[in-house]
Antibody
Framework: QVQLVQSGAEVKKPGASVKVSCKAS????????INWLRQAPGQGLEWMGW????????NYAQRFLGRVTMTTDTSTSIAYMELRSLRSDDTAVYYC?????????????????WGQGSLVTVSS | SYVLTQPPSVSVAPGQTASLTCGGN??????VHWYQQKPGQAPVLVVY???DRPSGIPERFSGSNSGNTATLTISRVEAGDEADYYC???????????FGGGTKLTAL
């Protein structure tokens, strides 16, 4: 059974950084990509970027360029998403989701399955 | 950037059929994926590539896509189908995925 398990909730102050982890099991990690998405309270889904489990190539959404870094550890099948310079409007549930990606592209991919989500609260 | 438009809410009586639409310019030329999200839970893929169902998704869930509208159809709606539903495509111009704003399905 394919499963993605994320790290727990975090509370951060404005200007700080947060690093969320996503451990994959039940599939060959290097054959897929991991996408990161977020959902602010009461809002819809927002895609942040993806990273190849094979090559480590990452592609970020324009609005997060310079603030986000996605990495993988293939030895443990864990993907990480670090977001820096946190603001109050970064308060959201952050999800990882498996993407059907090549080593260089994720075009057309569906997202399945999803992790359970990690609540990040940014508050002074 | 590519925009997907979904009605904010749809209400149907239990046992009836719900049709959830997702509008986009020439969306019929793209592969559309649909997700169900119940309160406090992560999204779940219910239809992919316009009309295919992942294993474990009931046959009551079906999809179609043509012209400027994709549709998720839920037959014999149950109380347990109440959720937010999101459509998603991949914007080829930006090479990024795009989501609709979501439709809240209520079983009256």
């Amino acid at each position: 059974q394919v499963q993605l398990v994320q790290s727990g909730a975090e509370v951060k102050k404005p200007g700080a950084s947060v690093k969320v982890s996503c451990k994959a099991s039940g599939h060959t990690f290097r054959r897929f990509g991991i996408n990161w998405l977020r959902q602010a309270p009461g809002q819809g889904l927002e895609w942040m970027g993806w990273i190849s489990g094979y090559s480590g190539k990452a592609n970020y959404a324009q609005r997060f360029l310079g603030r986000v870094t996605m990495t993988t550890d293939t030895s443990t099948s864990i993907a990480y998403m670090e977001l820096r310079s946190l603001r109050s409007d970064d308060t959201a549930v952050y999800y990882c989701a498996r993407g059907y990606c090549s080593s260089t592209a994720c075009s057309g991919s569906k997202f399945d399955p999803w992790g359970q989500g990690s609540l990040v609260t940014v508050s002074s | 950037s590519y925009v997907l438009t979904q009605p904010p809410s749809v209400s149907v009586a239990p046992g009836q059929t719900a049709s959830l639409t997702c509008g986009g310019n020439n969306i019929g030329r793209q592969s559309v994926h649909w997700y169900q999200q119940k309160p406090g839970q992560a999204p779940v893929l219910v239809v992919y590539d316009d009309r295919d169902r992942p294993s474990g998704i009931p046959e009551r869930f079906s999809g179609s896509n043509s012209g400027n509208t994709a549709t998720l159809t839920i037959s014999r709606v149950e109380a347990g189908d109440e959720a937010d539903y999101y459509c998603q495509v991949w914007d080829t111009s930006s090479d990024h995925p795009v989501f609709g704003g979501g439709t809240k399905l209520t079983a009256l």
